[in-house]
Each structure stands twice: as structure tokens, then as C-alpha cells.
């Protein structure tokens, strides 16, 4: 670990260390705003398909790192393929998102199988593959989406509307859910440790719906999930660094860092800069949280927005990111034009 917090930009941030040029990564950088990721999807018939061929999915993850020099790579691959391993039905419309059987009740959680972590062994080949390949300067994150998002998908089947088909069943019949919250963590735990085993240098949480909940339920459904998961991946890989993304969750995250004992957290981009430099950039490492319509809309509102990012918290230990992904329609040199500026902040300041 010594060696690579030398090495790479992103690990020593994540260790804590403020940079001149903070580092920079984005949220689904490997995807479909890329021609060249474009062509290998279509020759694929699915999307699992493309997720479970390792030659294929490790291309493609290294994809943005060779047009844009990223200082981390994210493995090419999808929150969903746990709830695959764990024996639901999955499959990806196109333009409309995953579709999965529904878990309905306390009995269908009762049918899905023992996860097994040997059963995603494409995606351990994936990281091996890409490990080969990556500069010596640039980290492999790996990643699962966090119980509470993982199960919202899985009890609607799909996206939802505040994720209402997931918030109805855990307050009607919370035993059953809670063992559904269960099952998930024990997966999504073992499921990292054999990323960081097999080659990944950090991973990330994500947990895109966890604003959609009140307090109690944030604590319930949220935190207490993530603090299990990270001290398993702990116990096992003891200095492995997690990064936690709470999308939509602003101070109630601070309010547990405490519990949850990341080495960084994620920001969207809604959360008020002040209060982050405040109470959670004194703590913990910082992603974020440039909007993906700024870098959308380009021009002067995107140098803009990412100067406010930059002044916000370049000053201590930061890993500069989008607020969420990035959007399909986003143009190539949009993104170029952040990076620069991004890249000569410490130049300048």
C-alpha cells in the first residue's frame, strides 16, 4: 500500500494526502458517450454479455484511461450482477434499464440461491486482465452497489419512482426486508474482498437511492449495511480503502462517518460546499460533485462550475469526480475542457 500511496494519486488521496493537481475520475467514464465503446457493444448481444466476457469488459475499461489519461480506472461491469449471482432473473432493455423478476414478499426472498462469490470469476479475470495493462500510476477501483439501492431494483424489477415498490415493502413487512438487507450485505461484502484480491486497489460503495429515505430508515437500511460490509472487506483485506457514495443522503452521511469508517466520501452534486469543507472534509477524503449537466452544457457555465469544485476543496485531500455519471449525450470535448482545467489547477493557484 506504502508504494502505491507513492505511486498513484488516487490512493494517496485516499490515504488522506492533499495534492497540488487534485486527481481525477469520473462516475461511469467507461460507457456510452465513447465511440469506441459503442463499436464493442454492438457487437455484443446483451449487456450482461458484454459485463461477463473479460477481454471484452476489461477493453473497455481501459478505454477512457487510454483517450483521457484518468488517474483511476473503474471496472466495467454493474451493481445488478450480484442479484444475478444470488439467482434472480436479470436482463437489460435497451434505453429502458434493467428488468428483474420482482422480489415480492418474504417468500421469494426465501427462493434466491447462497451466493456464491466463485460465480462472477469473469469479473476477477476482468480486473487480472486490466492489471496487465493499466499505467503504473493509474488505480483499478472495483465497486457493488450498496444493499439498500441493490434491493430497490430487486423488489420493483426496475428503476422506480422514489424507489416506492422498496420503501412499501420495508415498512409493511421489515423482518422479511431486513432478511433481504442481509443477504445483500453478506453477498456485496464477499463479493469486494475477491475484487481487492484479485488485483482491484480500492473499491466504491454505491448507494444511488439512499436519499430517497427518512432518518431512521437512512440509518436502518443505509448506514448499518455499509458499516457491516466495510468492516468484513476489513477484517479480511485490513487497509483495503473504500469509498462510500450516499448519492442524495447530503448531512445525514455526516452524521454517521463515525460509524462508517471510509476512507472517502462521494458527493453529489446538491450538498452545500461550506458544509462539506466543514464537517466531512476535515474527516474523511472528498469525491465530487461537479453536475453532470454542467459538463453537459460545456462553455464558460462548465469552467464555471468546475472552478467552484476546485476552490471548494482542491485545498485538502480530494479526488476531483462527477455528482453522479456521466450522461450518454455528453460530448468528448467537454470533458476534455474540464480535465484541463482540472489539470492545471495547481499550476495556477
Known sequence: MASDIATKPVIAALAGRTQKSPPAWLMRQAGRYLPEYRTIRSGVETFLDLCF???????????????????????????????????????????????????VDGDAVGRLQDFDAGALSPVYETIERVKRELPSNVALLGFCGAPWTVATYMVAGRGGEEQRAARLFAYRDPAAFARLIDVLTAASAAYLVRQVKAGVDAVQIFDTWAGVLPPDQFRRWCVEPVQRIVTEVRSQVPDAPIIWFPRGAGPQAAHHLSDVAVNALGLDWTIDKAFVREHIQSRVTVQGNLDPLALLAGGDALDRAVDAVLEAFADGPFIFNLGHGILPETPIEHVERMLERVRGYGSSA
Not at 436482463?91 to 422480489?103: A, N, Q, V
Open 53 to 103: 466476457t473479460p477481454r471484452l469488459a476489461a477493453e473497455v475499461t481501459l478505454q477512457p484511461i487510454r483517450r483521457f489519461s484518468f488517474d483511476a480506472a473503474i471496472l466495467f461491469s454493474d451493481i445488478l450482477v450480484v442479484p444475478h449471482a444470488l439467482g434472480q432473473a436479470v436482463s437489460f432493455e435497451t434505453g429502458e434499464g434493467p428488468r428483474l423478476d420482482p422480489i
